[in-house]
Protein backbone atom coordinates (compact mmCIF):
# COMPACT_ATOMS: atom_id res chain seq x y z
CA UNK A 1 0.00 0.00 0.00
CA UNK A 2 2.67 2.70 0.76
CA UNK A 3 5.17 1.51 -2.07
CA UNK A 4 3.60 3.74 -4.77
CA UNK A 5 3.74 7.46 -4.05
CA UNK A 6 3.74 10.45 -5.70
CA UNK A 7 6.70 13.31 -5.01
CA UNK A 8 5.66 16.80 -5.50
CA UNK A 9 7.74 19.95 -5.58
CA UNK A 10 5.77 23.31 -5.58
CA UNK A 11 6.05 26.94 -4.18
CA UNK A 12 3.13 29.50 -3.58
CA UNK A 13 4.43 32.99 -4.34
CA UNK A 14 3.40 36.30 -3.19
CA UNK A 15 -0.52 36.12 -4.51
CA UNK A 16 -0.75 33.06 -2.40
CA UNK A 17 -1.09 30.99 -5.96
CA UNK A 18 0.81 27.46 -5.67
CA UNK A 19 2.55 26.75 -8.78
CA UNK A 20 4.15 22.94 -9.34
CA UNK A 21 7.96 22.74 -10.18
CA UNK A 22 8.03 19.25 -10.80
CA UNK A 23 6.34 15.68 -9.58
CA UNK A 24 7.01 12.42 -10.14
CA UNK A 25 5.47 8.68 -9.27
CA UNK A 26 7.47 5.79 -7.38
CA UNK A 27 7.36 2.64 -6.76
CA UNK A 28 9.95 1.58 -4.27
CA UNK A 29 10.33 -2.36 -3.91
CA UNK A 30 10.13 -3.88 -0.48
CA UNK A 31 13.58 -5.79 0.08
CA UNK A 32 13.07 -8.93 1.66
CA UNK A 33 12.92 -8.90 5.64
CA UNK A 34 12.20 -5.41 5.61
CA UNK A 35 8.13 -5.70 5.52
CA UNK A 36 6.42 -4.16 8.05
CA UNK A 37 9.01 -2.09 8.84
CA UNK A 38 9.82 1.84 9.10
CA UNK A 39 11.55 3.04 6.39
CA UNK A 40 12.71 6.33 5.13
CA UNK A 41 14.01 7.08 1.74
CA UNK A 42 15.58 10.70 0.81
CA UNK A 43 14.94 12.26 -2.84
CA UNK A 44 17.04 15.75 -3.52
CA UNK A 45 15.52 18.23 -6.03
CA UNK A 46 17.93 20.90 -6.92
CA UNK A 47 15.87 24.24 -8.02
CA UNK A 48 17.57 26.10 -11.43
CA UNK A 49 18.87 29.20 -10.94
CA UNK A 50 16.02 31.74 -10.17
CA UNK A 51 15.70 34.20 -13.31
CA UNK A 52 13.52 36.90 -12.24
CA UNK A 53 12.03 38.84 -8.90
CA UNK A 54 8.80 36.58 -9.22
CA UNK A 55 10.60 33.67 -7.84
CA UNK A 56 10.57 34.96 -4.58
CA UNK A 57 8.40 32.64 -2.32
CA UNK A 58 8.03 29.29 -0.63
CA UNK A 59 8.81 26.51 -1.98
CA UNK A 60 7.49 22.85 -0.51
CA UNK A 61 7.84 19.24 -0.53
CA UNK A 62 4.82 16.83 -0.70
CA UNK A 63 4.22 13.42 -0.84
CA UNK A 64 0.90 11.62 -1.26
CA UNK A 65 -0.25 7.96 -1.12
CA UNK A 66 -3.70 6.73 -1.79
CA UNK A 67 -4.91 8.23 1.69
CA UNK A 68 -2.32 9.88 3.37
CA UNK A 69 -0.47 13.60 2.30
CA UNK A 70 2.49 14.22 4.03
CA UNK A 71 3.82 18.25 2.99
CA UNK A 72 7.54 19.34 4.33
CA UNK A 73 7.50 23.13 6.35
CA UNK A 74 8.60 25.33 3.37
CA UNK A 75 11.81 27.10 2.72
CA UNK A 76 11.44 31.01 1.43
CA UNK A 77 13.49 32.62 -0.88
CA UNK A 78 13.84 35.60 -1.69
CA UNK A 79 15.04 36.29 -4.91
CA UNK A 80 16.61 39.90 -5.84
CA UNK A 81 18.14 41.47 -9.01
CA UNK A 82 21.36 42.11 -8.17
CA UNK A 83 21.83 39.75 -5.73
CA UNK A 84 23.24 40.63 -2.21
CA UNK A 85 25.12 43.23 -1.55
CA UNK A 86 27.11 44.01 1.74
CA UNK A 87 26.43 47.50 2.99
CA UNK A 88 29.08 49.67 3.79
CA UNK A 89 28.87 52.75 5.65
CA UNK A 90 32.43 53.09 5.59
CA UNK A 91 32.41 56.32 3.17
CA UNK A 92 29.45 57.62 5.23
CA UNK A 93 31.17 57.39 8.73
CA UNK A 94 34.12 59.52 6.92
CA UNK A 95 32.32 62.18 5.75
CA UNK A 96 30.67 62.60 8.65
CA UNK A 97 33.03 62.92 10.90
CA UNK A 98 35.03 65.61 8.64
CA UNK A 99 32.20 67.56 8.23
CA UNK A 100 31.50 67.10 12.23
CA UNK A 101 35.48 67.88 12.90
CA UNK A 102 35.38 70.84 10.63
CA UNK A 103 32.12 72.48 12.05
CA UNK A 104 34.13 72.57 15.47
CA UNK A 105 37.16 73.97 14.07
CA UNK A 106 34.80 76.71 12.95
CA UNK A 107 33.10 77.21 15.77
CA UNK A 108 36.43 77.16 17.55
CA UNK A 109 37.99 79.80 16.01
CA UNK A 110 34.68 82.22 16.06
CA UNK A 111 34.52 81.41 19.81
CA UNK A 112 38.51 82.28 19.72
CA UNK A 113 38.21 85.80 17.64
CA UNK A 114 35.45 86.52 19.36
CA UNK A 115 36.78 86.49 22.83
CA UNK A 116 40.23 88.35 21.50
CA UNK A 117 37.88 91.48 20.59
Not at 61 to 67: F, S
Not at 104 to 115: D, E, R, V
Request: glycine share 4%; net charge positive.
Amino acid sequence: KYTTFAIFYYWINSLDQKKTIYSRSENVAIPPGKENKTATISYNHRIIPLETTSSTGTYYCEVKWNDIQKMGKGVFVLARDTGYIETSYRWEILITLTVFLAALSIIATALLLWKRK
